[in-house]
């Protein structure tokens, strides 16, 4: 099915650990963003992009990268993991009028 | 800048009871506005949405109504079900530009 895919969907990283959350869209849609999911805080805007090779940063960046090489993958880069990463990572795309698309999201542990 | 405030949870009802989830926004201009419904472990799914004032969302029985006077988007359902436990999001879409501003999210729960 068209749609958005997240992998992994659960992951539990020690403190100074690297990882990176893949997200893929076969939709065609030139924007893509990532969002973190904290109870009681809703989703917040990591990093977006209006498409390949365009990003930039959102809400809460800080220890998150970003690239966009091809229309399809939009990949999240956690580069030193901290236990204040701890959260659940959604990955979303936009397709206009037909609205946004989200991943099943990725369940992040960082112990 | 933009905000959405909506009424913390849990929201706990029986079935058949009426539902309603507020939802309040701050925004420059005329944004989109939506309300998103996450079921448990999986993502976010567009439940309804209204893009002008007066606008009425409506999808499953769930309806909200664009009041620009008031800058809200209240969700409503009349009669609820156990498969409408779940939590709900509202949000905002500026009208230049594609990011989403989300509420904390109201988590529901509808017992037999």
């Known amino acids: 099915n068209a749609g958005v895919t997240q992998t992994p969907k659960f992951q539990v990283l020690k403190t100074g650990q690297s990882m990176t959350l893949q997200c893929a869209q076969d939709?065609?849609?030139?924007?893509m963003s990532w969002y973190r999911q904290d109870p009681g805080m809703g989703l917040r805007l990591i990093h977006y992009?209006?498409?390949?090779?365009?990003?930039d940063q959102g809400e809460v960046p800080n220890g998150y990268n970003v690239s966009r090489s091809t229309t399809e993958d939009f990949p999240l880069r956690l580069l030193s993991a901290a236990p204040s990463q701890t959260s659940v990572y959604f990955c979303?795309?936009?397709?206009?009028?037909?609205?946004?698309?989200f991943g099943s999201g990725t369940r992040l542990t960082v112990v | 800048g933009n905000s959405v405030t909506q009424m913390e949870g849990p929201v706990t009802l029986s079935e058949e009871a009426f539902l309603t989830i507020n939802c309040t926004y701050t925004?420059?201009?005329?944004?989109?506005l939506f309300w998103y419904v996450q079921y448990p472990g999986e993502g976010l799914q567009l439940l309804l949405k209204?893009?002008?004032?007066?606008d009425k969302g409506s999808n499953k029985g769930f309806e909200a109504t664009y009041r620009k006077e008031t800058t809200s988007f209240h969700l409503e359902k009349g009669s609820v079900q156990v498969s409408d436990s779940a939590v709900y999001f509202c949000?905002?879409?500026?009208?230049?530009?594609?990011?989403?501003?989300f509420g904390g999210g109201t988590r529901v729960l509808v017992k037999p």
């Open positions: 979303a795309s936009f397709g206009g009028e037909g609205g946004y698309t």
């Open positions: 939709m065609n849609h030139e924007y």
């Open positions: 992009s209006v498409g390949a090779g365009i990003t």
């Open positions: 925004a420059t201009g005329y944004p989109s």
């Open positions: 209204a893009t002008k004032a007066d």
């Open positions: 949000a905002l879409r500026q009208a230049a530009g594609n990011k989403l501003t």
